[in-house]
């Protein structure tokens, strides 16, 4: 009857509450985070990390989710620590998931309760920032290598080093002009769409048919994991992810989502739960290790996202393509520019490193811990140059702090009362934050977790948030 169809359209109102109407705007919005999202997927599928058609379908599935979740275009991004480590040092596609893994159940964990800001608290900003500027730079310096690695099974142009050089320049001043001319110009998607036709014609000149044939969506990940797997998976990836994760994935996000879009209610412990999930269900059968970035929210935001329409439009067309394309998508990143996917790294590389760069500004004993980090990042593996960024800011004053808060009680006084801020227990000096102009809302100083803006993006109108300074990159290359 009429009033039972009215309950039951109610009912699944209920359960798939209105995320907007899909409009042009939106459609552009969700391609905000794919100058992040294209080059390390693209990378870590070239190095052997992930199967890209299980990788991109469980991206998209992972979009549709927190479409459902959340009415606001909460992005799904690469856990950057992890792929970069799996693209400059060879992880296997059993350790890039077991990383993935390692690092949801943690931040799972951590999320059910207040601890994950204690987390993110612990680890000195300027070590944070320090495995930023390494792992960007590690990123930059893979890149490179693509460029001037020979490809003898490529289009004649690009079998000599002038063809691979003057492809790789154009595609450089391409990328820097339209960083010039404003970040809604989507220069990796551009990239992308011409590497696959050089693809397509690479192919083409070598006689080899592109099948289509179907690809399973999802694949078993962790056959043959051995205890040695596990050990680097925690040490190199996981460990190293964790303070990023929580910082940027989780209390940075949360802080732009109020300001974003308040009326979506996205709360730490909901973002915390959905990481965790998300990979400790897809990473086992070949997702890559993904998670929500304060970045790549702005990024979609400010080409135009508003409502949880944009990501459920981007993660189903990612999944169709996925379906649709397995073969051929498979045939043709095998046979992607190596000098296209070398600049994308490098820059994807840069805009990790970025946040590195304003140590200068953090005072003299923090740039100090801070270039330590970076340096046995680079030069050493990841875990162990975390593991000296945190001797070193012990050793510039942390352990004294952190002896000096438990004598006068404020840590068990925290965890006692719950407070929303624990104090910092291990951070490298610094300078002072400066104070907020007048009229400024209370959490706008620049040390704060509330979202802070600077003057070049206050022009533009585009928030960048701000939690422990580790923000990543905005997104776009």
């Given at each position: 009857d009429g009033g039972g169809s009215t309950r039951a359209r109610r009912r699944m109102v209920s359960l798939f509450p209105s995320r907007g109407r899909l409009s042009l705007r939106e459609v552009s919005g969700s391609l905000g985070d794919l100058g992040t999202f294209i080059p390390l997927l693209l990378g870590l599928a070239r190095a052997g990390g992930v199967e890209p058609?299980?990788?991109?379908?469980?991206?998209?599935?992972?979009?549709?989710?927190?479409?459902?979740?959340?009415?606001?275009?909460?992005?799904?991004q690469p856990m950057k620590t992890i792929a970069a480590v799996g693209i400059a040092e060879g992880l296997s596609s059993q350790q890039v998931a077991l990383a993935g893994m390692m690092t949801s159940a943690m931040v799972l964990l951590l999320g059910a309760s207040s601890a994950i800001l204690l987390v993110a608290r612990l680890v000195p900003d300027a070590v944070v920032r320090g495995m930023q500027l390494g792992l960007g730079m590690s990123l930059a310096l893979k890149g490179c290598a693509l460029v001037a690695a020979d490809t003898p099974h490529a289009l004649p142009p690009l079998q000599t080093a002038a063809g691979r050089y003057a492809v790789a320049g154009t595609a450089l001043c391409f990328v820097l002009a339209s960083r010039h001319a404003g970040e809604r110009v989507p220069s990796a998607l551009i990239l992308f769409s011409v590497g696959v036709l050089l693809a397509a014609g690479q192919l083409a000149y070598a006689g080899e048919p592109v099948r289509f044939r179907p690809v399973a969506p999802a694949l078993w990940a962790l056959s043959g994991v051995d205890g040695t797997d596990a050990t680097r998976a925690l040490l190199d990836a996981a460990l190293p992810q964790l303070p990023l994760?929580?910082?940027?994935?989780?209390?940075?996000?949360c802080h732009l989502a109020k300001q974003l879009a308040p009326e979506a209610k996205v709360t730490p412990r909901s973002v915390a739960c959905s990481v965790g999930l998300i990979n400790l269900l897809?990473?086992?059968?070949?997702?890559?290790?993904?998670?929500?970035?304060?970045?790549?929210?702005?990024?979609?935001?400010?080409f135009g996202a508003r409502r949880g329409v944009s990501v459920l439009f981007l993660g189903g067309c990612k999944m169709l393509l996925a379906l649709a394309l397995g073969g051929p998508l498979v045939s043709l990143l095998g046979a992607f520019p190596a000098p296209l996917l070398g600049v994308m790294l490098l820059f994807s590389?840069?805009?990790?490193?970025?946040?590195?760069?304003?140590?200068?500004?953090?005072?003299?004993e923090a740039a100090t811990v801070g270039l330590v980090t970076a340096a046995a990042t680079l030069s050493l593996r990841t875990g162990v140059g975390c593991a000296v960024g945190l001797l070193a800011a012990l050793a510039s004053g942390g352990l004294g702090r952190a002896c000096k808060l438990l004598w006068q009680g404020e840590l068990l006084q925290w965890l006692r009362e719950g407070d929303?801020?624990?104090?910092?227990?291990?951070?490298?000096?610094?300078?002072?934050?400066?104070?907020?102009?007048?009229?400024?809302?209370?959490?706008?100083?620049?040390?704060?977790?509330?979202?802070s803006v600077s003057t070049a993006e206050a022009e533009r109108g585009e928030p960048r948030p701000r939690a422990g300074?580790?923000?990543?990159?905005?997104?776009?290359v």
């Open positions: 058609v299980p990788a991109l379908f469980w991206a998209g599935a992972f979009n549709v989710l927190g479409g459902l979740t959340w009415d606001a275009p909460m992005c799904v994760t929580t910082l940027n994935s989780v209390v940075s996000v897809g990473c086992p059968f070949g997702a890559m290790p993904c998670c929500h970035g304060a970045g790549g929210l702005a990024a979609q935001h400010a590389g840069v805009e990790l490193a970025r946040a590195g760069v304003r140590l200068a500004a953090a005072g003299e929303a801020e624990p104090p910092p227990l291990l951070r490298a000096s610094s300078a002072p934050p400066p104070a907020p102009p007048a009229g400024a809302p209370a959490g706008a100083a620049g040390g704060g977790a509330a979202g300074g580790a923000e990543e990159g905005t997104g776009t």
